[in-house]
Each structure stands twice: as C-alpha cells, then as structure tokens.
C-alpha cells in the first residue's frame, strides 16, 4: 500500500498549500488538516477503490487488504463525504476533492493540480444520449453546480466557472461559462485562482 499513502500525502499537501496559502505546517497540522477534511478522506476511499478495481492480483496482500477494505469505502464516500466515484476514474495525485461534497465522479481522469468545487457532476450526456466519459486535464479550475458529460477533453489549465453545463471539448487555457456552455475567455492562466479555495463567478475576480 505504499503507493496509495504516497498518493494520499502529496494530496494533502495540496490542500494544506490551498487551507494555508501556500504556507507549510508540521506534521500534526497536516494530520489536523486530513482529518478535518471530507474532501481528503473521499480521496483515501477512492484510492483504496481504485486499486482494488485496477490491481487485481491474487497473489498480492495488499491488492487483498484494498479488495476487503473497498466495501466500507464506497459506503463511507457515500455517507461521510456524499460522493461517488467509478472504480476506473484516474484521478492524479494532488487534486482538490470537495469538503462539502456532492461529487459524482464518472470522469475517465482528472489530472494533477486540478481543483474540483462541491456540487459537480462528471459523466454521461444522458439528455443527448451521448456516450463517453469526460477526461479532465491538469490544472484545471472547477466551480460548484456543474455538470461535465460525454465523451470530451477539457485542456490543461482550462476554467469552468460555477453553474456551467458543458458537454463539448475544450482546449488548454479555455474559460466556459453558462448553461449551455459558452466559451468566455481563451489563454487564460488560471494560477491566480487555483491558490486559493476561494469561488471565483468571473474571471474579472481573478
């Protein structure tokens, strides 16, 4: 299980560097941290589902241990944290998850640095009966109330501000807003706003 508390760690510190402003703490402050934080805890079940699903190696007793732990914490992620996530999702290390919840993950991948706000929904594009999964780059800014669907690529460093319904591809440096999604903004460095936990409604705040 080293791998998974190598993952876990470097997700904390992404949210220590986020809680802290970029500041940081000791050891025991990044305990405080972990275990006041749903987000951080969704990210330990995950990680324990997912190498359960995508390991299988009966010979292996940690692939066991994550096997007879997975039940618990798909029922904990849904309790505790009220989110879900597909066993196959790769979601990269040092992603923010939501302390208030309310994620519904059905991504493919959600690359590293990215921050992801509560109330999201990622997966199929049932109203248009689209098939696919969603994969979401590196870096990338997430505000609550949204909904990702079907089989589309947001870019590296791409921004979707809160409320947006998206359901078509965009590229790295993207700003999208609006139900149906509309693209508001193009090269934009969204470094500014992923330092913080703090909602941005428009890049005029940023």
């Known amino acids: ?30 305990a405080a941290i972990f275990f006041r934080s749903r987000g951080l805890w969704f990210a330990l079940f995950y990680r324990i589902i997912y190498y ?4 299988k ?8 241990i994550a096997r007879i732990l997975e039940i618990p914490a798909v029922y904990l992620s849904t309790v505790a944290c009220k989110c879900g996530v597909l066993g196959d999702c790769a979601i990269d290390e040092g992603v923010y998850l939501p302390d208030a ?10 690359g590293s640095g990215s921050i992801v706000h509560d109330h999201v929904t990622f997966g199929l594009s049932v109203a248009n009966k689209e098939s696919g999964r969603p994969r979401i780059g590196k870096n990338v800014w997430i505000g609550p109330n949204c909904i990702i669907a079907g089989g589309l690529e947001v870019g590296d460093g791409a921004t979707i501000l809160p409320g947006t319904y998206l359901n078509y591809s965009i590229p790295a440096g993207t700003v999208v807003r609006g139900n149906p999604a509309r693209v508001v903004h193009e090269n934009f460095d969204n470094s500014a706003i992923r330092r ?11």
């Open 1 to 30: 299980m080293k791998t998974l508390f190598q993952e876990l760690s470097r997700d904390i510190r992404f949210h220590e560097q986020l809680k802290r402003g970029g500041e940081c703490g000791s050891f025991f402050d990044r």
């Open 52 to 55: 359960s699903s995508n390991h």
């Open 57 to 64: 190696n009966l010979r292996s007793a940690k692939w066991w």
């Open 101 to 110: 919840g309310y994620l519904t993950c059905g991504a493919l991948a959600i």
């Open 196 to 206: 913080s936990l703090a909602i941005v409604e428009d890049i005029g705040q940023a």
